[in-house]
């Protein structure tokens, strides 16, 4: 028997949730993060390490459904910044700030007076940033605020890990041979319509072919 | 004997030369640790992203190196960019302002990218200690396990020559270094809004609170910005210990941390 295990890797990795379902858990943490500090905006950015490009992934409020898929080079602005110190920050008053990305605030057309952003860490490594743009003016606890946001953080890279996740498997799958390919996206089918019993009727139908086909069939 | 042993052990007739004068009075107060001080002849290095040395808040910077990768190797060359994220202006002026005398130098290891970041600081923090700067502040830290135990020897090596290296505490839930190793002096943040203010933690590994909230920081173009984070309550100790040493030279990091220790806003040394 030859290629049990890809095989069986391959129907795993056709089974993993789609893009689409982390994408809804990374919206729901920025819409949760927006309505919790009663923010203009909130958006997450992943760092893609191939390019040193900050990523706008999800996004809540100002500029949502604009800006996904929107990159911005890894060291501009604050969220550049609180990528390479791994440290929180909020800062107010943004406006005083003549060079603060200004560009790439008004490319996504939209340029904020005070931002929250904290580093995405999972493990040893550091994923990206969640920014929170223009909360509410209560700020009477300014460390507390900081903790709640890590708590979103935390929810949020444990989000863009499984993203990252499902998209490595997805192309190691695409780059394996045809058939762990084929195997891949019918197992993510199958998984993707188990109401109807249709496909799967199909497929035992297929297997039954196959077994008479298989030279040491049992 | 071919070669004398490094004196692990003190003889009986040793002990007369290993005198050390003490002129610490027995209540040490902030007044006698860094009253009237200005870090005048206090070398601090700011191991971040550049100093901008044009801003009125920061001053003269007196030497400024970046620690880059030139193919697969490390160099430290001077540094002609200067400050591209903004983050070690803001740490250099918070400083400036409690030591306005003090000799300001920037090793810049952050902001060209994001590889091989642990490598860089890696080699700054170990430019900074060759220097032997009396003061390092680290606004910044490495997740990376890897590299953790290269720090703590340096770390160590700083503490043991005589560099203090103070470093931002991580207000997260992950490992990170150097912060948490007992011989560099770690400071996370109070809430109040008064620089003079600073707090011991009895409950370590972060070991003092410094103001860390609402700091109107060095910005680019003579601006400024008005920050709250770790990374700013770092360069209070380091400015603070600045003045310390400007007023009694030749102090050990051991002896500067009980000086901070005595007087911190709560442990009765304040007055």
């Known amino acids: 028997m030859t290629g049990g295990n890809q095989y069986r890797d391959s129907v795993a990795t056709g089974m993993l949730p789609s893009e689409e379902s982390h994408r809804a858990l990374l919206q729901s943490i920025v819409d949760v993060a927006r309505a919790i500090f009663g923010a203009q905006a909130s958006s997450i950015f992943l760092l893609d390490r191939d390019t040193d490009e900050l990523v706008f992934e999800a996004v809540s409020g100002e500029g949502e459904g604009d800006l996904i898929g929107m990159r911005i080079p890894s060291s501009t602005g604050i969220a550049g910044w609180v990528l390479v110190t791994g440290q929180p920050i909020v800062i107010n008053d943004l406006q005083q700030d003549p060079r603060f990305a200004r560009q790439a605030a008004e490319r996504t057309g939209y340029v904020p007076k005070a931002l929250m952003a904290v580093p995405l860490v999972n493990g040893e490594t550091t994923l990206g940033v969640l920014q929170v743009l223009d909360r509410t003016e209560d700020r009477s606890r300014s460390l507390g605020e900081i903790d709640l946001l890590i708590l979103f953080a935390n929810q949020a890279a444990i989000g863009l890990d499984l993203l990252q996740a499902t998209r490595r498997a997805r192309a190691a799958a695409e780059q394996g041979d045809v058939v762990e390919a084929v195997v891949a996206r019918i197992a993510g089918l199958l998984e993707r319509s188990q109401d109807d019993p249709a496909g799967l009727r199909l497929l035992e139908a297929l297997e039954s072919v196959l077994v008479r086909l298989a030279p040491d069939s049992p | ?271």
Not at chain 2, 210 to 234: Q, Y
């Open chain 2, 1 to 271: 004997m071919s070669e004398d042993l490094p004196a692990w052990s003190l003889t009986a007739d040793a002990v007369e030369g290993i005198s050390i004068a003490s002129n610490w009075p027995e209540h040490v107060t902030r007044e006698w640790a860094l009253g009237g001080a200005t870090g005048a002849g206090v070398d601090v290095c700011v191991l971040d992203s550049g100093v901008d040395g044009d801003h009125p808040l920061i001053g003269d910077v007196d030497t400024r190196v970046a620690v880059v990768f030139e193919g697969d190797e490390i160099h430290v060359v001077p540094d002609e960019e200067g400050d591209v994220v903004g983050h070690g202006s803001a740490c250099a002026g918070v400083i400036r302002s409690l030591a306005p005398e003090c000799r300001l130098h920037s090793v810049r290891v952050l902001g060209s990218g994001n590889t091989g970041t642990g490598d860089l600081i890696l080699a700054g923090l170990e430019h900074a200690i060759e220097q032997r700067y009396d003061v390092v502040n680290m606004s910044l830290s490495t997740t990376k396990r890897k590299f953790a135990e290269s720090l703590h020897e340096l770390a160590d090596d700083a503490y043991f020559q005589g560099t203090v290296l103070v470093a931002s505490a991580h207000n997260m839930p992950v490992e990170s270094y150097p912060w948490r190793f007992s011989s560099v002096i770690s400071v996370g943040s109070h809430e109040g809004t008064d620089s003079w203010e600073w707090y011991a933690n009895p409950s370590p590994p972060v070991e003092f609170f410094a103001r860390g909230v609402d700091i109107d920081v060095a910005w680019f173009g003579g601006s400024t910005l008005r920050c709250t984070g770790n990374s700013f309550a770092a360069p209070h100790i380091a400015g603070l210990a600045a003045l310390v040493l400007s007023k009694h030279p030749g102090l050990t990091p051991f002896q500067l941390k009980s000086i901070l220790y005595l007087t911190a806003s709560n442990t009765g040394g304040k007055e």
